[in-house]
């Protein structure tokens, strides 16, 4: 049974710091390219951050870009997400997300795949 695991969600001030975490049991974490998602009430799931398999490549949306940072690391069966510089409208519940394949993510996201049960943000002004 595959299950992912979020951890770190909190919440914070603006401009202050968060450290996601998602570990992963019950699949070929090594083969699974990894996302993190979010979800602000009354809006529709955004994708934030991707990585693929190895760690080698990273992949982010436009409204996190140098402030977030994706990273894995595979021995451990976990992934992270540094979150720096947040703002009031990174307030949302956020899921971490496995799929074997993932093109065009975080834009896009194949149906099915695996996610976990989220954690909340909160980053007040």
């Known amino acids: 049974q595959v299950q992912l695991t979020e951890s770190g969600g909190n919440s914070v001030e603006q401009g202050g710091s968060l450290r996601l975490s998602c570990t992963a049991s019950?699949?070929?974490?090594?083969?699974?390219?990894m996302g993190w998602f979010r979800q602000a009430p009354g809006k529709e799931r955004e994708g934030v951050s991707c990585?693929?398999?190895?760690?080698?490549?990273?992949y982010y949306a436009d409204s996190v870009k140098g402030r977030f940072t994706i990273s894995r690391d595979n021995a451990k069966n976990t992934m992270w997400m540094q979150m720096n510089s947040l703002k009031p409208e990174d307030t949302a519940m956020y899921y971490c997300?496995?799929?074997?394949?993932?093109?065009?993510?975080?834009?896009?996201?194949?149906?099915?795949?695996?996610w976990g049960q989220g954690t909340q943000v909160t980053v007040s002004s």
């Open positions: 990585i693929s398999w190895s760690g080698s490549s990273t």
């Open positions: 997300a496995a799929a074997s394949i993932a093109p065009g993510c975080p834009s896009r996201w194949p149906q099915g795949g695996y």
């Open positions: 019950g699949l070929t974490f090594d083969r699974h390219v």
